[in-house]
C-alpha cells in the first residue's frame, strides 16, 4: 500500500515522463517519415503527367538504351553518337513512351505478350529489321530469324544452367534482346493508337479529285518580283502596335514547355604558356628518338602516356584520328616522323610505321569454347574435340554437345583491333582471325581454357597499318593554371555588376557573350562540358546575380562566369524576349513593304507594265499545287504561289499581287498542262486521309507534350 502511494504521489511526473515518451517516438516517426520524403524528393529526376520519375529508375533506361544504339552503330559501322545526344534521345523516347501509354491506357489499348510473339514468329514487321545482332538473323538472306532468335534464347538459357562462362558471352547480346522487345511493345502501342487515329479520319470524291489535280495540273509561269531586300527598311515603318498585332497573329509559334532563362557569361579557356610548351616539346623529343630505334614499341608508347594505345595489330585508317590517317600513306615503313603539331585537337604527334599490309575487314568464323577445372583438363577435352574435327565431326552437332551452337559469325576490323587494346590475351585469337587458313581448324591455348576456331570466310580486303603514335596535348602546368584562375577572378571579383563586366572585359582580355535560351534540358551551359553545378545555379539564382568563379571544360581547362538576365516562365514567351522580338519584328517588317510594294504596282496588268514599276522578270517552270513554287532567283520557296498560279487560268494575266516569303509577285501564266496518270479515287482519298492524319498526328503530340506537364530535373544529376 505504502508503495501504491508513493506512485500516487509521483502520478504528475510519471504522465509527464510518459507523454515525453510518447511525443519522441511520434517524432522519431515524424522525423524518419520527412526523411523518407525528402530522399524521394531527391531521387526526383523528372515529372510526366504527374507520375514522379526515380533517378534510379531512369539512369538504367538509359543504359540500356545507350548499351543497345551502341550496339547497333557498331554492327552498321557507323560513327555512333556523342554520350550526350544519346542521353537526349533516350530521354525522348521515355516522355513520347510515356504519353502515348498514358493515351492508351485511357482508351483501353493494349499489346499482349501473344501479339508480340505473333509478330516475332511472322518475323516481318519492319521493326525487326533494325535488329542489329548477326545472331538474330537468317544467314542466307541477312534477315531477322525468329528460328534463329529461339535457338539463341535456348543456348543462352543452357548456358546459364550449364556454362556460366560462355553466358557471360551471350550476356550482351541478350540484353540487347530485351531492350529491343521493349522497345517492339512500345512500337506495337503507337501503331495501334495511331491507327484508332486513323479511323476517325476521312475523305470524299472532292478532296480525291482536287489532290490528283493537285499533283497533275502542272503550269509554267513568266513571273514578275519585287523582293522584300530591295525595299529600305527606313521605308517600312513598325510601330508597337504593329509587332503587338504580329506577335498576336503568332503567338502559338512561342509556346515553350519549360522554362527558360537567359544569362550572359565569360568563357576563360586555359592555354599552356611558351615554357609549357618548351617543356613538352623536349620531351617529345626525346621520345622520337626512343621511338626510332625502339625494339619493343608498345613500352615507350605506355611510357608516354599518349593519348593513342599501341594495338600490336595492323589497322584501317579509320581507326586513327584524321591528322594521323593522313599522313600513314606518305611515311615510309620503317620511319618515324615528328613532332608534328595539330592545331585542331592541341597536340604534338610521333608516328611510327612498322608495316603495311592487306587484310580482311570482315572475318566469318565459328568457335567451341572449352573449359575445364584445370588448364590440363581444358586441354585434353579440346584435343579431343580437335581430333574429331579433323577426322570428319561435324561442328555444330560437337558444339551442342558442350552447349554452343557453333554457328557462324562476323568479326569486323575494327572488332578486332578493339580486342587487342582491350587485353594482350587475345592475341592469339585475332592472329587465327587474321592469319589461320580457310577452313582449317585451330586449336588455341588461353588462360581460361582453350578455343577451337575455325575460319571459314575473309572479305573487304584492304591496305592495313601497323603504326605506334604518341599524341600528346599541349597542356598547361599547374603555375599556368593558377596564374590564369587568379587573373580571372580578381577580374570578378573587381566587377560586380553586368555593366561593369561589359565595359571592361575586352580590356582585361575577356568577352561578354550571351545565351538566350538556357533549359534545365540543355545538359551544360554554352556546350562546355562539367558545367553541371553552374547550371543548377542558373535555376537557383535570381535575375540580376553573378554566379561563382566555375572550373570547367572536358578536363578543367576553362573558367566560367555567368549573370542572370531575365527568366522566362513556362508557356508562352513574350514579346521582350531578344529572339521573338527580332523574328516578329522581321515579319511585321515584311508586311509593310508588301503593302508599300502592293501599292507600286497597283493597276498593274502585264508583264511589261510591271517590269516598268521597277519589277526583275523570270521564268518558273513545273508549278503544281502539292508543293510550294521554287523561285531560284530568289531561293525563296512560295506556297502562296502555288495556290495562285493553279487558280489563274493559262494565258491569264493574275489579277492581284501576291504577297510571298521572299517578296511580292505578279505572274503571266503561259503553259497549263495535264501530266499523264489515270484518276484513282479511292488511292487519292486514302492519301488525302493519310496526309490529314499526318498533320492531325502533328497536333495531337503538341497537345500531349503541353498535357503532360513535364517538369525535367535531370540537370541535377548530369
Same mark, same amino acid.
Given at each position: ?273 611558351? /615554357? $609549357?610548351?618548351?617543356? &613538352?616539346? @623536349?620531351?617529345? %623529343? *626525346?621520345?622520337? =628518338? ?5 625494339? #619493343? ?95 570428319? /565431326? $561435324?561442328?555444330?552437332? &560437337?558444339? @551442342?554437345?558442350? %552447349? *554452343?551452337?557453333? =554457328? ?5 576490323? #575494327? ?304
Amino acid at each position: 500500500m505504502a508503495a501504491l502511494g508513493k506512485i500516487r504521489s509521483k502520478g504528475p511526473l510519471l504522465v509527464a515522463i510518459i507523454a515525453l515518451g510518447l511525443f519522441a517516438f511520434i517524432a522519431g516517426d515524424g522525423f524518419k517519415s520527412c526523411e523518407s520524403f525528402s530522399a524521394q524528393k531527391r531521387n526526383q529526376l523528372a515529372s510526366i503527367l504527374g507520375e514522379k520519375i526515380n533517378a534510379q529508375d531512369y539512369q538504367k533506361y538509359v543504359e540500356e538504351f545507350k548499351e543497345a544504339t551502341s550496339t547497333e552503330y557498331a554492327m552498321q559501322q557507323s560513327p555512333a553518337p556523342s554520350d550526350e545526344q544519346i542521353r537526349e534521345m533516350a530521354w525522348q523516347n521515355y516522355v513520347n513512351n510515356k504519353m502515348i501509354e498514358a493515351e492508351a491506357k485511357a482508351l483501353g489499348l493494349t499489346v499482349t505478350d501473344e501479339e508480340i510473339q505473333n509478330v516475332i514468329n511472322d518475323g516481318t514487321h519492319q521493326f525487326l529489321m533494325s535488329v542489329a545482332i548477326p545472331q538474330f538473323h537468317n544467314e542466307k538472306t541477312g534477315r531477322f530469324d525468329a528460328n534463329a532468335l529461339k535457338q539463341f534464347l535456348a543456348n543462352y538459357n543452357s548456358a546459364r544452367k550449364n556454362n556460366p562462362q560462355m553466358a557471360e558471352q551471350l550476356e550482351q547480346a541478350h540484353r540487347y534482346w530485351l531492350f529491343k522487345e521493349n522497345q517492339l511493345r512500345q512500337t506495337l502501342l503507337m501503331q495501334k493508337y495511331q491507327a484508332m487515329l486513323q479511323a476517325g479520319v476521312l475523305s470524299n470524291p472532292v478532296e480525291a479529285k482536287f489532290a490528283f489535280d493537285a499533283e497533275k495540273i502542272e503550269s509554267n509561269v513568266e513571273l514578275a518580283y519585287i523582293d522584300y531586300k530591295s525595299i529600305n527598311d527606313n521605308e517600312a515603318k513598325v510601330s508597337d502596335a504593329d509587332l503587338k498585332a504580329k506577335y498576336d497573329e503568332l503567338k502559338e509559334r512561342f509556346y515553350i514547355p519549360q522554362e527558360i532563362r537567359e544569362i550572359k557569361y565569360i568563357d576563360v579557356k586555359k592555354v599552356a604558356s611558351a /615554357a $609549357d610548351r618548351a617543356k &613538352l616539346q @623536349k620531351q617529345m %623529343n *626525346q621520345y622520337a =628518338e626512343e621511338l626510332k630505334t625502339a625494339a #619493343n614499341v608498345e613500352q615507350v608508347v605506355r611510357k608516354s602516356q599518349s593519348r593513342i594505345q599501341y594495338a600490336g595489330v595492323p589497322a584501317a585508317k579509320t581507326i586513327f584520328p584524321t591528322d594521323i590517317a593522313n599522313k600513314l600513306d606518305s611515311i615510309a615503313v620503317g620511319s618515324t616522323v615528328g613532332p608534328v603539331e595539330n592545331k585542331a585537337d592541341n597536340t604534338l604527334n610521333i608516328i611510327r610505321l612498322m608495316g603495311k599490309t592487306s587484310q580482311a575487314d570482315s572475318i566469318q568464323y565459328r568457335m567451341i569454347a572449352v573449359g575445364g577445372n584445370t588448364p590440363a583438363e581444358a586441354k585434353k577435352t579440346a584435343d579431343s574435340i580437335y581430333t574429331a574435327l579433323q577426322g570428319g /565431326a $561435324d561442328f555444330e552437332a &560437337l558444339a @551442342k554437345k558442350y %552447349n *554452343q551452337t557453333g =554457328e557462324k559469325q562476323w568479326v569486323t576490323g #575494327n572488332q578486332i583491333y578493339n580486342a587487342a587494346l582491350q587485353s594482350k590475351e587475345n592475341m592469339p585469337i585475332i592472329n587465327a582471325w587474321n592469319d589461320g587458313a580457310l577452313n582449317a581448324y585451330q586449336n588455341i591455348a588461353l588462360t581460361q581454357g582453350n578455343m577451337i576456331i575455325q575460319v571459314t570466310d575473309r572479305k573487304s580486303f584492304s591496305t592495313r597499318y601497323d603504326v605506334a603514335v604518341i599524341k600528346k596535348t599541349i597542356d598547361f602546368s599547374d603555375e599556368t593554371s593558377n596564374e590564369i584562375y587568379n587573373k580571372f577572378n580578381s577580374f570578378v571579383a573587381a566587377n560586380r555588376t553586368l555593366a561593369d563586366m561589359e565595359k571592361n572585359a575586352q580590356k582585361s582580355g575577356y568577352q561578354v557573350l550571351e545565351m538566350p535560351n538556357v533549359t534545365t534540358s540543355s545538359g551544360n551551359v554554352a556546350g562546355i562540358q562539367g558545367t553541371r553545378d553552374a547550371l543548377k545555379w542558373i535555376f537557383e539564382a535570381e535575375e540580376g546575380d553573378i554566379s561563382p568563379v566555375y572550373s570547367c571544360g572536358s578536363n578543367t581547362d576553362e573558367l566560367l562566369v555567368v549573370v542572370l538576365t531575365k527568366v522566362h516562365p513556362k508557356g508562352y514567351l513574350t514579346l521582350d524576349h531578344p529572339q521573338v522580338k527580332e523574328y516578329v519584328k522581321a515579319e511585321a517588317m515584311n508586311d509593310k513593304k508588301a503593302e508599300i510594294i502592293k501599292a507600286k504596282l497597283n493597276g498593274v496588268n502585264s508583264i511589261a507594265a510591271a517590269k516598268q514599276k521597277g519589277c526583275k522578270v523570270t521564268t518558273v517552270e513545273q508549278i503544281t499545287f502539292a508543293a510550294p513554287a521554287m523561285i531560284p532567283a530568289l531561293q525563296a520557296s512560295e506556297p502562296a504561289l502555288s495556290g495562285a498560279v493553279f487558280a489563274t487560268p493559262k494565258g491569264k494575266f493574275s489579277s492581284h499581287p501576291v504577297k510571298g516569303n521572299a517578296g511580292v509577285y505578279v505572274f503571266q501564266v503561259t503553259d497549263k498542262k495535264q501530266l499523264p496518270g489515270k484518276f484513282d479515287a479511292k488511292q487519292y482519298a486514302e492519301q488525302v486521309a493519310m496526309q490529314n492524319m499526318r498533320t492531325m498526328f502533328q497536333s495531337i503530340q503538341q497537345d500531349l507534350q503541353r498535357k503532360a506537364d513535364v517538369v525535367d530535373n535531370r540537370y541535377l544529376f548530369m
